[in-house]
């Protein structure tokens, strides 16, 4: 998913906003500090997905004379290859 730089940052604004009002932990860092570290795994997190569908559509471009011949609908196929290559790595969709 593409997210703009100002919308990771407003959804790392949130995450910090609902982690303090629900946490019963005492968390020392400031929010700016907070904010930074969420945002650098917002960003991680949608880095490796995007790294994850290139894979995926490389996989499916080499099989795609397959696909065709057998009708096999090209985003059913890249959502269960998506999903099949995610668990295998460990990457939480």
């Avoid at 609908?73 to 998506?82: E, I, L, P, S």
Wanted: charged share 40%; net charge positive.
């Amino acid at each position: 998913m593409r997210l703009s730089r100002q919308k990771v940052e407003r959804l790392a604004q949130l995450v910090v906003k609902k982690f303090r009002e629900e946490t019963p932990v005492e968390i020392l860092a400031d929010d700016e500090l907070l904010e930074t570290v969420v945002t650098r795994a917002i960003r991680r997190n949608l880095e490796e997905e995007a790294a994850l569908d290139s894979d995926v559509r490389d996989l499916l471009l080499k099989h795609s004379a397959i696909m065709i011949r057998e009708g096999i609908d090209q985003r059913t196929a890249f959502m269960k290859v998506k999903a099949e290559l995610a668990k295998r790595q460990g990457f939480v969709l």
